[in-house]
């Protein structure tokens, strides 16, 4: 396979392998694959990694066999660059020929599927209809009292596993019971990279309680903003879990009373908003894809809600701090997260984003994009939102890591 001219790495996610892995002791990262082009997990060196984040579809093998030189001060032959990259492109880590065949196929194969299959049922709930009803009943009850309004128009929700989120789940579900509209846009968490902004799919949700239909019409609407292409990235939908909570509640808390569609879309990072501080909306294709969305909400009025699926901070070491998430390290965060809520009560995008960066987004706030979208949709519209839960979860009691999450109804 000739070796690629500029060569771009993926949308690959990477973490630290355990120290066993690779049998000598040594450092090696894992990379795992989104899309699920290559089957499990691929273990690569630091060294390999390094030369991945290069890869960024702007520099030659020349250029990056200099750079790699530069940096470890060793010579650095541009021949075993290039025999490296070759080896990464057949492995379907950089884009290419080899990548653009595997999609298609892959693509191809998701679309002919009758819908989109649950990727955590049997995990974080259960896969029998019967037993996953009384699961889902029973977060419904966990949520205890609530100040719910009586006509709810749009929810932040947790995407927490059910297991350990479960009376926050069941809070945002009674909020949603609460909505008069038949079309739900949810707005997920993209947890891995995408190549565009915002990731649609056009394939229905199927749940242990029942399939929730898509309305094709209004995805391929929205698909044709924001810069155009936003289906190339569908594949992302396969494993992701933040839209299919969604899906799974609205199947149980509709089933036999009407008949409701949604909108599924992926939304990626804003990690360099957050760094840079600059507004979400200079990117032209973010700003785009708001505005068509705010358009749906005013076509369709009360007929449509808007669904963020989102957590809050991610601490300790399993998250990449230094220590354990202390009982007083824990009401910082929590404390900090109130900060957040109250802006998103208030409907102040702007606010939102302006205290994650002030922060640096130190507490990794995984639903800071899908957030802000929701507010975008709402801004202006006389809208305010009840914070009904605020939980947190220690979802690796070993390094006492933090997930923190919370349930609020916009009426």
């Known amino acids: 396979m000739p070796t690629p001219s500029r060569p771009r790495v993926r949308p690959l996610e990477a973490f630290p392998a355990p120290a066993e892995a690779g049998g000598d002791g040594a450092p090696r990262f894992v990379l795992r694959d989104p899309e699920g082009l290559f089957d499990g997990l691929l273990l690569v060196t630091p ?18 066999a200099d750079a790699l030189a530069s940096a470890t001060g060793a010579r650095v032959p541009r021949g075993d660059v290039e025999a490296l990259l070759d080896e990464l492109a057949t492995a379907l880590v950089l884009e290419g020929p080899a990548v653009e065949a595997a ?22 709930y259960p896969d029998e209809p019967a037993a996953c009803r009384r699961f889902l009943d029973d977060a419904l009850e966990a949520a205890g009292d ?3 309004p009586d006509r709810v128009r749009a929810v932040l929700a947790p995407h927490i596993d059910l297991r ?17 509209a038949d079309t739900f846009v949810v707005l997920g968490t993209a947890h891995a990279p995408l190549r565009r902004p915002f990731a649609l799919t056009t394939r229905d949700f199927a749940t242990p309680v029942g399939t929730v239909r898509t309305d094709r019409d209004l995805v391929a609407r929205l698909a ?29 808390l509709f089933a036999g009373r009407r008949d409701v569609t949604i ?19 200079d990117d032209a294709r973010v700003a785009d894809f708001v505005d068509a969305l705010t358009a749906l909400v005013d076509d369709r009025g009360d007929r449509v809600a808007v669904v963020a699926s989102v957590d809050l901070a991610h601490v300790g070491p399993k998250y990449g701090d230094d220590a354990p998430v202390t009982p007083a390290r ?55 939102g009840t914070v009904l839960r605020h939980d947190a979860w220690e979802i690796d009691p070993a390094t006492a890591s933090h997930v923190s999450f919370a349930a609020v109804a916009y009426a």
């Open 47 to 64: 060294a390999v990694l390094d030369l991945l984040r290069r890869c960024d579809g702007t520099h030659t093998p020349a250029a990056i």
């Open 103 to 124: 999609r298609a196929a892959a693509l191809a194969a998701y679309r002919a599927a009758p819908a989109r299959a649950p990727a955590c049922a049997g995990a974080s």
């Open 146 to 148: 609530l100040d719910l």
């Open 164 to 180: 350990g989120g479960g009376p926050c789940h069941g809070a945002a579900a009674r909020a949603l019971a609460r909505c008069a």
């Open 224 to 252: 044709a903003r924001g810069g155009g292409g936003l289906l190339d990235d569908e594949l992302a939908h396969r494993e992701e879990h933040s839209v299919e909570f969604q899906a799974l509640w609205l199947a149980h």
């Open 263 to 281: 909108v599924p879309v992926l939304v990626g990072s804003l990690h360099a908003r957050l760094a840079d501080g600059r507004p979400a909306r």
């Open 330 to 384: 824990l009401a910082e965060v929590l404390a900090a997260d109130r900060v957040l809520l109250e802006h998103a009560a208030a409907v102040a995008p702007d606010a939102w984003l302006r205290a994650l960066h002030a922060e640096r987004d130190a507490r990794n706030v995984c639903g800071a994009a899908p957030t802000w979208a929701l507010l975008e949709a709402l801004r202006g519209r006389g809208l305010a």
